[in-house]
Every structure is written in structure tokens, then in C-alpha cells.
């Protein structure tokens, strides 16, 4: 008989989104009559901006005609779409990154979750506690985790870097060296961020450690604070010891249409070996590139009209991260993220745990959210809430929540 990868089977249950979205289809099939409001998956729900439209419309007609039609894309993604984020998200902050540092993907949780393949079996990796399921499952799925201990819900051989209110949703240095360093800022699900300065710590310990940090900036297009970087690449050394993840989603709503980018500096090395040669032979090998049609999108998000069209986009979603903040706020809830971030992270009223809370709110209030305990231990007694959904309904979930 043949034999399965059996680190899958040290997997717990089903992925944290799947299993939310079964326990809402079961309500709502108990329930037909309920109307319900979700701001649990952070998934976006305004129209694709006009500019992302007419490219779309546009690369659509183009390969209607064999003089301009597109058959595979290049392996690290077209030229055009390369350049124009190595200027508008790296050159025009100051950061040194080029086009060819940048490989374009179908998305940041692909290439979150496949970017551990470039390291040994061996590695150790750190993450924040609490974080996003991805960095941690698809480690165990690797091989590269021990043992899952149900009680502490945590990993063996696994370094978890507690972020509570305690440090402000910060984590600190690690006491033990990992090899792989996740950090995901704004982050995902307390929408903390942390400061040019504090990043720059980060940078500094990799460089001694001989560390990799993955810096996971699929947030960045939230943040409203001067101090805080929306690359690590603006912090001193980051191009020998990070590799940043890019996404479509959150930045130009493109969740439905899957864009990304991993950007891997050519100085970044493991003794003589460049960890850009490395994800380049992955991406020939295993990957055919995103599609011409969506990475027109893409470069739309940088034109002129992409610009303040989206810009616009972002500040309606800033809006509703801000009416919920304040609302929950003046209810008496615990409440931080929000100001750079679309997450708002909530405390649990009446020591629920997160789970007893999210039944609470779906049956009480009909509002779905994401139970902060899904993210990691230290995320139990938490709860997450998106601010992608509408403006309307944004207002009255939190009406309900109020209410109850
Ligand atoms: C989330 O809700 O945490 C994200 O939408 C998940 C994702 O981006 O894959």
C-alpha cells in the first residue's frame, strides 16, 4: 500500500475559516429566517475600482485576437507589473529593490504557506502567538513541527512568541534562536503594528542570529500612522535577512481575483546559496504564473486613476474599522487594532471564552466574527472582527452587538 504524507494527519480538525464558515451554514440552515452579518473572514466586499475594470475589460480583448493574445506568463511574472511595484511600493519610499527581486504569484497565503519549502526540515520557526494558521499548519504539514500538545493548543519544536496586552500585541525577541521568523505587520488578527524602530530590532537580531525573517505586509495599505513601515525593507540590513510577502487582496480587493507578490532580495543568502535562486527554480518548477488578464489588473492599481481610486477604497474600509473601534469602545468593550489595520481585536465581555463567544454573537446578534482562540492560545479570550464588510451593515452589526 502505498503511504500519505502523515503529517497531515497531526493536523487539528479543519482549517480555522472552514470551520466557521460550517458552523454559519449549519445556523443559518437551522435559521433560514435570520439575517446574517459577517465580519469574520477578512474578505472584502466593494466592486473591483474602475481603473482594475477597464484593465481587466481591456487584457480580456486582447487575447481575443492572435496579434496581442498571452499564452503563458513569464516565470516571475510580466515586466510591467514587476516595475511598477518595485517603484511605487519600494523606490518611492527609498527602499533598494528592484523589479527582478519581485515574483508575482496568485496570491500572499500561497506563497505564505509554500515559501517554507526553500529551508531544511530541520528549521525552527518562530511565530507570534496569536497569528494567522497558515505560517504554523503548513510547517506541520512540512515535517517540521513535533508533537501538538491539545491542552496548551502549541507545537512542539515550535517557538511561540506570545503577543498579548501585556506588550501591547508586540512580540519580543525570541530567548531561544529560531531559523525562520514570521512577523506579520499590521498585523493579522490584532491588527497591532509596530514602529520603523521596532521593526528595525527585528532586522538587527536576524543579521546576528543568522535568521530569515518572512514579513508578511498584506496590511500595509491600512496603515494611517507616520512612524510605521509598510515595508521591512525600510529598515536598515533587511536585505540580507528578509523575504516580504505582497497581496491584491486587502490593498485593491482582489480576494475573488488572486494577485500577489513575494519580493526575495539578491543579497539575502545562505552561505553562497541566494535564497532568490532558490524560489526562482520553485516558481519555474511547480508554478505558471498568474494570469496575464489579472496582472493587467495589477498594474492598474498603479496608474494614475488605480491610485485615488483605490486610495478611496481603503478609506471607506478605514471608516468602518474606526465605527466599530468607536462604537465597541463606548459600549465598554476592550478594544484595540483598527488604527492601522482592518482588524479590530476584542476583548470577550463576561470572561467568555472566544468560542463562547462567537455562538453568542451569531445566535444573539446574528454577527459573525472570528474567535481569537483560532488564532493561537493567546488569543483565547478574544475576538476578531473584520471591517470589509459594508458601511450599512457594518452599522448594524454593531447596533446588534450593542444591543445584546
Ligand atoms: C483572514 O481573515 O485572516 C484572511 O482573510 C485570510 C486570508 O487572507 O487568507
Known sequence: ?????????????????????????????????????????????????????????????????????????????????????AENDYQALGCDISADEIFISDGAKCDSGNIQEIFGPDSKIAVCDPVYPVYVDTNVMAGRTGTYNPDTETWSDVIYMPCTEANNFAPELPKERPDIIYLCFPNNPTGAAVTTDELQKWVDYANKEGSVIIYDAAYEAYITEENIPHTIFQCEGARTCAIELRSFSKKAGFTGVRLGATVIPKDLKCGEVTLHSLWARRHGTKYNGAPYIVQKAGAAVYSEAGKVQIAEQIAYYQKN????????????????????????????????????????????????????????????????????????????????????
Open 321 to 404: 474599522a474606526r465605527t466599530i473601534f468607536e462604537g465597541l469602545k463606548s459600549a465598554g468593550y476592550s478594544v484595540s487594532g483598527a488604527v492601522n489595520s482592518p482588524y479590530i481585536w476584542l476583548k470577550t465581555p463576561d470572561k467568555m471564552t472566544s468560542w463562547e463567544f462567537f455562538d453568542f454573537l451569531l445566535e444573539k446578534a446574528n454577527v459573525v466574527g472570528t474567535p481569537g482562540s483560532g488564532f493561537g492560545p493567546s488569543g483565547e479570550g478574544y475576538f476578531r472582527l473584520t471591517a470589509f464588510g459594508t458601511y450599512e451593515n457594518t452599522i448594524a452589526a454593531l447596533e446588534r452587538i450593542k444591543n445584546i
Open 1 to 85: 500500500m502505498y503511504k500519505i504524507n502523515e503529517n497531515y494527519l497531526k493536523l487539528p480538525g479543519s482549517y480555522l475559516f472552514s470551520n466557521i464558515a460550517k458552523k454559519v451554514a449549519a445556523y443559518t440552515a437551522a435559521n433560514p429566517d435570520k439575517s446574517i452579518i459577517r465580519l469574520g473572514i477578512g474578505d472584502v466586499t466593494q466592486p473591483l475600482a474602475p481603473a482594475i475594470i477597464e484593465a481587466l475589460h481591456s487584457a480580456v480583448d486582447e487575447m481575443a485576437h492572435a496579434e496581442t493574445f498571452h499564452g503563458y506568463a513569464p516565470d516571475l511574472g510580466y515586466e510591467f507589473l514587476r516595475s511598477a511595484m
